[in-house]
């Protein structure tokens, strides 16, 4: 990997659930800071102290009752916020901003959810303006094992709630992982997913490149250290 074209660069991660891009973020950040780069890592949705609390109502709570369209829009608020307080102001430094998700994950999940991926491409234009990947690098698993690996009963998927305050909260049975409300949306919704993170190429602005993530985490980083190499030759 060479260091000389990655200054002021922005790459994301990102892919299904549980194909381990907070892991790949983590390890491509270290090998980044290893060649002496100055390397800003975040993740969307959150990221900053609006993002995150945008993040609490989308993932906190069961969204079942939220249109898919107020979702998409939560989803670029926050995306908004992180781009103009951290991302943007990153680059400008010359500093190599790593993001766990961005707005890939918003066509292939509120995609999955009933809303048309080319319009969420036309709604970041106005989130986000000019701040797109130089890279984006999708981390592809299977649906089903992606959830084995985050711990999640598809069968128990959306049958525990509970009342608070006024909201539905997810709430799960004692000593099970607890999945964010993405993860606790059914088998069939995330088989979904992954086949729109697959058809991404077909219309994405910046380039993407997809990595097998069914292996072990660290032959996926050579796979994610590959892809770079390439785009950035």
């Not at 949705?45 to 109502?57: A, K, Q």
């Not at 660290?218 to 950035?232: N, T």
């Amino acid at each position: 990997m060479k260091d000389k074209g990655l200054r002021g660069k922005f790459i994301v991660i990102d892919g299904p659930d549980g194909a381990g891009k907070s892991t790949q973020r983590e390890m491509l950040a270290r090998r980044l800071k290893d060649y002496g780069l100055a390397v800003v890592t975040c993740r969307d949705p959150g990221g900053t102290e609006i993002g995150d609390r945008i993040r609490s109502v989308l993932l906190d709570h069961d969204l079942s009752v939220m249109d898919v369209h107020c979702e998409a829009l939560l989803f670029m608020a926050s995306r908004a916020q992180l781009v103009g307080e951290v991302i943007r102001p990153a680059i400008k430094a010359c500093k190599t901003v790593v993001c766990d998700r961005f707005v890939s994950s918003t066509c292939a999940y509120q995609g999955a959810a009933g809303f048309d991926p080319q319009r969420v491409i036309e709604l970041a234009k106005f989130a986000i303006d000019d701040c797109w990947p130089d890279l984006t690098i999708l981390l592809d698993v299977d649906a089903d094992a992606g959830l084995d690996r985050v711990g999640r009963r598809p069968a128990n998927a959306g049958r525990n709630r509970k009342k608070e305050q006024g909201q539905s909260t997810l709430a799960f049975e004692k000593g099970s992982a607890i999945p964010d409300a993405m993860e606790a949306r059914s088998l069939e919704f995330h088989r979904r997913v992954r086949q729109l993170f697959r058809e991404i190429h077909d219309y994405y602005p910046t380039p993407v490149v997809s990595v097998d993530a069914s292996a072990s985490a660290d032959d996926v980083h050579r796979g994610v250290v590959e892809a770079i190499d390439r785009a950035f030759e």
